[in-house]
Each structure stands twice: as structure tokens, then as C-alpha cells.
């Protein structure tokens, strides 16, 4: 049977089995020498990947530039011109982008710079229906909400008609340019509708200001759950070297992890609660191979220890000391799962049931992927 394997294939199977890198490279080689023109089994160098090198950040700055120009830093000489301006606007800018972003996209085979040019087309999008609601007026029971900058700064729920448009014009545009990066602004749209989803479920419920911010709290910590299933099934079922799961994971965190950081624990059990939430999302983050996991795990684990050391040390000298130590510990953990972060993927891997192994991701102790 004829076998073709990549580099890449075959250090990512050595690191499987915990290999360390000296053997994995000596590994490559013994089979490059003793493989040389056998039909039966052939070692390619791996494919080129994508490099972020200068072009690349002169691409994605000028593409940043651009969609910032029309949002975030929007001035309000050009809110000035009124609603049916700003859509045509939007929408040119839309039309001319896509154009060229289809161009370098299929015509040229420039996939980075073309699919920044649909990103940006796409980013329009908010800006459309914005000027489409500030000319008719329909802002919903909302009211409304203010300056198109204040998208970005205020939840209100007048935006979530902009949200929703935001999501489907992504959504589209990933179905003919599949580009990691659009999902960024897929997961914005998304994590931007857990916070304004709020006020239109609770509209004409008589609640106390606690009652609506723990209500808030909820929805966003389901919302962030959604996110994070729906980027784990990305990474199951796509086995690919972009990564289109990223964006989805990281806003998704930020949506789950935020609620929970700031929602009431006022007894002791909710606190420790906090913090075994936070050391699960440490080990996840070895499962799914998804080290942004580990970040916000940190974090929240961090968060406790400095709370017990605020309890433990109160008015005390020590306490500094103490929050230090804690630091220390935290970078030393740190490093002892960078060192052995492989073995324990390989441990996992023999030692889970299969239908717990099945559920991590293809590229979970393989491969790292593209996300740029």
C-alpha cells in the first residue's frame, strides 16, 4: 500500500507519543535516508504556511484602518450627513471592497489581502442598517441609542438589528471566501448580541436595576457557552491549518468568562466554585490544544488565590509578599505545562475512554493551526 507523509505529519505523530523534538527531527531524517525513491513510502517537505511578515502587517493594518475609519472613529461631521448617506456610503464602500477582494480572491489567488478586502466589505454592514434606522426612525422600543460610535462603547438593544445583519452578512461571505479572519467579525457580532439581547427579552418586565444586571449575566454567560460549543464542533468536523475556530473560542470566553467573574459570590462555596470553573478551563485548554483557554483559567485562578491572600493577610505587611508568591506560582505552573504539555496530551489520549477522545479536536496534540 502506497503511504505519503509530510514533515509535518510526522513530527506532529512524534509528538504525539512524546517524543522530544531531538528525536522527532532524528526521526525525519533516518526516514528520509532510508526512504530515498521508494514507491512505498515517500517524506515531502511540509507546505508553505502563511507568514506574517511585513506585507502581511501592511495588509491587515491598511484593512484595520479602513473599517476603523468607519466605525469606531467615525466623526460626527460624518454622522452629520444623515441616515440615507451614511447606507449608500456603507454600501459603496461595500460594493467597491467586494469587487476587489473577489478579484485577488479568485482572479490573482491572493487569498490574505483578498480576504481582508471582504472582511472590510463586510464590516459595512452595521453602518448600513444604522443609516436604513436613523432615516426611518425605526429603532424599535429601544429608543434611540445615540451616536453609530456608540455601537462599539454602549450596550443598547437598538443595535440588535445591526447585530443580526452583521452575523448573516459574515455568515455569507464565509460560504464564498472561506477566510479565518471573517470570523472575527462573525464572533463580534455574536459576542456584541449577548449584551444586547437582554433588554429585548426583558422589554416590559418590571425589574430592579440587580435583577436586570444578574439577567444580563445570565444571557451572556449562555450566549458564551453557544460560542464555545459551536467553535469546538468547527474544530471537530473542519481538519484543516486555518483556524476558523479561534475567533469563536476567544469571544466566546470573554462572553462566558466575564459573566461569571462579575456575577455576586458573596459565600464561600460560590467563590471556590469560581475557581474550580477556572482550573477546568486550565485543563480544557489541553484537551482542545487551545491555550487561550489557559489564560483566562489563569486569571480567574489568580483572581481566588489574591482574594484568600486578602482574607488570610488582611492589613498585613505579608500581603504583598503573599500576592507575589502567587504570581511566582502561577508563571511556574505556567512553565511546567509548556514542558510537559505534549506528554500530558499523549496521557490523555491513552488514558481517556474513546468517547471522551473522540470529542477532542483533530489538531489537539497534532498540530497547531493557522488563525491568521
Not at 225 to 234: E, K, P, V
Not at 257 to 272: C, H, P
Request: proline share 3%.
Amino acid at each position: 500500500m502506497s503511504m505519503s507523509f509530510t514533515e509535518d505529519d510526522i513530527k506532529a505523530a512524534g509528538r504525539a507519543i512524546a517524543l522530544r523534538d531531538d528525536q522527532v527531527e532524528g526521526l525525519v531524517a533516518v526516514l528520509r535516508a532510508r526512504h530515498a525513491g521508494s514507491p512505498a513510502i515517500s517524506v515531502h517537505a511540509s507546505p508553505e504556511r502563511v507568514r506574517f511578515d511585513i506585507v502581511h502587517v501592511l495588509w491587515y493594518a491598511g484593512a484595520l484602518i479602513v473599517m476603523g475609519a468607519m466605525t469606531l472613529f467615525s466623526t460626527l461631521a460624518f454622522e452629520a450627513m444623515g441616515g440615507t448617506a451614511l447606507t449608500v456610503t456603507a454600501l459603496v464602500y461595500a460594493a467597491l471592497f467586494l469587487l476587489a477582494g473577489h478579484h485577488l480572491w479568485y482572479r490573482r489567488g491572493l487569498h490574505t489581502p483578498g480576504g481582508l478586502m471582504v472582511v472590510v466589505a463586510v464590516a459595512m454592514a452595521p453602518l448600513a442598517v444604522y443609516g436604513i434606522q436613523d432615516a426611518s426612525g425605526l429603532w424599535g422600543d429601544g429608543g434611540d441609542p445615540g451616536r453609530y460610535r456608540d455601537f462599539f462603547v454602549w450596550i443598547k438593544g437598538s443595535w440588535l438589528p445591526m447585530e443580526i445583519v452583521t452575523v448573516i452578512a459574515s455568515l455569507l461571505a464565509l460560504r464564498f471566501y472561506p477566510f479565518p479572519f471573517m470570523v472575527a467579525i462573525l464572533a463580534i457580532g455574536l459576542w456584541f448580541m449577548s449584551m444586547d439581547l437582554t433588554p429585548w427579552l426583558l422589554h416590559g418586565r418590571d425589574m430592579t436595576w440587580s435583577e436586570t444586571w444578574t439577567a444580563r449575566q445570565t444571557v451572556s454567560m449562555i450566549f458564551g457557552l453557544i460560542m464555545i460549543g459551536a467553535a469546538w464542533f468547527i474544530d471537530l468536523k473542519r481538519d484543516s491549518r486555518q483556524d476558523f475556530a479561534f475567533w469563536l473560542h476567544l469571544y466566546g470566553l470573554l462572553a462566558f468568562w466575564g459573566a461569571v467573574t462579575i456575577s455576586d459570590r458573596s459565600s464561600e462555596l460560590a467563590k471556590l466554585l469560581y475557581c474550580v470553573i477556572n482550573v477546568g478551563l486550565v485543563l480544557l485548554s489541553v484537551f482542545l490544544l487551545r491555550p487561550i483557554y489557559a489564560v483566562f483559567g489563569a486569571i480567574g485562578v489568580a483572581v481566588y488565590l489574591g482574594y484568600l491572600a486578602s482574607r488570610v493577610f488582611a492589613n498585613s505587611l505579608i500581603f504583598t509578599f503573599a500576592l507575589s508568591l502567587i504570581g511566582v506560582a502561577i508563571i511556574g505552573a505556567g512553565l511546567l505545562l509548556q514542558r510537559h504539555r505534549t506528554a500530558l496530551s499523549a496521557w490523555m489520549t491513552k488514558s481517556l475512554p474513546e468517547t471522551i477522545t473522540k470529542l477532542r479536536p483533530p489538531h489537539a496534540g497534532a498540530q497547531r493551526l493557522e488563525h491568521a
